[in-house]
């Protein structure tokens, strides 16, 4: 089995930097997978990571622990239309890793 | 084409009707997923094909019925919904199996009166 753990909501201003946690337990880990998804919208990939580390990408970067089972979501610089719900997804041992197990979504809020 | 495509957007049936959510990818992915997320929760998994077979049901009612006509092509076949299956049906695709990057549709917003 599996359990995520990120926060439901996270409130920030315009231009600030966001960090997003999840923490994760597994019986296996294979990586860390970030999606995006605003309010009636897709959920879009923003970030996988297997190794320890951080990857950064533009204004988002993704930081993973394996021997913490932690990872984060950083948002630098950050705009209104960042405003969307933020989930971290493990692939699941279950199922032989073939497919995605999603946390419960941490709800970003950006104020002017 | 990075794009995978669903049809309808919206779509509100009654609990005696038959209809089909269609989904469409151009990528040569060999992995293809139907998802049901309803509102301010993640993604709930509900069928995965690989190579256009079935493999795996996340014990889904068979009033939900997946259909993979080929490579590029994913139905979702409904008939004799209940009113709480209303939710946003999402199609994903990824290259193929246990990859952490999918690519999701923009969903079909299905309400069962």
């Known amino acids: 089995g599996q359990s995520l753990e990120q926060p439901s909501e996270v409130t920030a201003v315009e231009g600030a930097i966001v960090q997003i946690n999840c923490t994760y337990q597994t019986s296996g880990f294979y990586g860390l997978s970030w999606y995006q998804q605003h309010d009636g919208g897709a959920p879009t990939f923003l970030s996988y990571?297997?190794?320890?580390g951080l990857e950064e990408t533009g204004r988002f970067s993704s930081f993973l622990s394996r021997s913490d089972s932690y990872g984060y979501l950083l948002l630098q610089e950050l705009q209104m239309k960042d405003s969307a719900s933020y989930f971290c997804a493990v692939r699941d041992p279950d199922s032989g890793y073939s497919t995605l197990t999603f946390g419960k979504g941490t709800m970003l809020l950006v104020s002017p | 084409d990075t794009e995978v495509t669903q049809t309808p957007k919206h779509l509100v049936m009654g609990m005696t009707n038959k209809k089909s959510l269609k989904c469409e990818q151009h990528m040569g992915h060999r992995a293809m997923y139907w998802y049901k997320q309803k509102a301010k929760k993640p993604p709930e998994l509900m069928f995965v094909?690989?190579?256009?077979?079935?493999?795996i049901n996340e014990s889904v009612p068979s009033r939900f019925s997946p259909e993979c006509p080929n490579s590029s092509l994913l139905n979702l076949h409904l008939h004799a919904l209940q009113p709480e299956d209303s939710a946003l049906y999402l199609c994903?695709?990824?290259?193929?199996?246990?990859?952490?990057?999918?690519?999701f549709g923009p969903g079909t917003r299905l309400t069962v009166l």
């Open positions: 094909y690989s190579y256009e077979k079935l493999s």
């Open positions: 990571n297997a190794l320890d």
């Open positions: 994903a695709s990824s290259q193929d199996l246990g990859r952490g990057e999918q690519f």
